[in-house]
């Protein structure tokens, strides 16, 4: 059985952590099989993503089980080749990401969910920071997406604390938009991406990176940056049958007055 599977239901992709016996922890096969799906996720029929774990767990992070590279020089860091492509090809994708976080999302695990555009929680999920408590600092890209959704002062406190916190908690925070069943989980994110792949042209991919150039550059650029992806919005077929579709509709309500 694959530790990453995916599954296309139309324009949404579904990649889902497959080792639930260590609550879908990550491996150098897992990392392996996970970049297999980001590429399956950039193919242009895919206009949403949906990323959630099997079992009980969403990703406890890395798998502290496995043995070290013995090749890795003691003290060296091997992020750049293992988390970091990782976080780096989901912003790359044009698409929204969302994360079902279907339970304990911890260390890198936490990272992945918080690199998603939209995360939404099942009732029993919870959020653990677990870097500090075993002596790390945030990887995978928590130092740079936590404190976007969370601020400075609290991502800093939990951050350097490492407290689990639960659905609730995390739905009042800001850092998931929605809170549900588990059974009801799944059925709420694919009706999410789906909902969010059926809008015309390439507004939606475009507005992810427009928001996403907002938070690190200033107004004029932004400015001139949204001027571009207009242009890219406009000359879309789907915005130009969209716009056709609009006209016709105001064409008949105004002959039905």
């Known amino acids: 059985m694959s530790t990453v599977i995916t599954e296309r239901d139309g324009p949404v992709l579904t990649v889902t952590l497959n080792r639930p016996h260590v609550l879908n922890?990550?491996?150098a096969e897992t990392l392996l099989a996970?970049?297999?799906a980001w590429h399956e996720a950039a193919d242009p029929e895919v206009r949403?993503?949906?990323v959630t774990g099997s079992g009980k767990g969403f990703c406890a992070g890395a798998d502290l089980r496995t043995p070290p590279d013995p090749s890795r020089k003691p003290g060296s860091s091997g992020l750049r080749h293992t988390y970091h492509p990782h976080v780096l090809a989901m912003a790359a994708l044009e698409k929204p990401v969302i994360a079902a976080v279907n339970g304990a999302a911890a260390g890198a695990g936490l990272s992945l969910a918080a690199a998603a555009d939209v995360r939404i929680a099942a009732a029993t999920a919870?959020?653990?920071p677990a870097f500090a408590t075993v002596g790390l600092v945030p990887d995978a890209g928590g130092a740079y997406f936590l404190p976007r959704l969370l601020g400075y002062a609290r991502a800093f406190e939990w951050l350097a604390t490492g407290r689990a916190v639960p659905a609730e908690e995390a739905l009042s925070w800001?850092?998931?938009?929605?809170v549900v069943p588990p059974e009801e989980l799944l059925p709420a994110a694919a009706e999410l991406a789906h909902r969010m792949a059926a809008m015309p042209g390439v507004a939606v991919g475009l507005t992810k990176r427009l928001l996403d150039h907002g938070l690190t550059h200033g107004l004029a650029d932004l400015l001139d940056e949204e001027?571009?992806?207009?242009?890219?919005?406009v000359a879309d077929p789907g915005r130009q049958r969209a716009r056709a579709e609009m006209v016709n509709?105001?064409?008949a309500t105004k002959e039905d007055r």
């Open 34 to 36: 996970l970049a297999d």
């Open 249 to 251: 509709r105001l064409s």
């Open 126 to 128: 919870k959020f653990v």
């Open 48 to 50: 949403a993503v949906v």
């Open 174 to 178: 800001g850092l998931v938009s929605r």
């Open 227 to 233: 001027a571009r992806a207009q242009a890219r919005a």
């Open 25 to 27: 922890a990550l491996d």
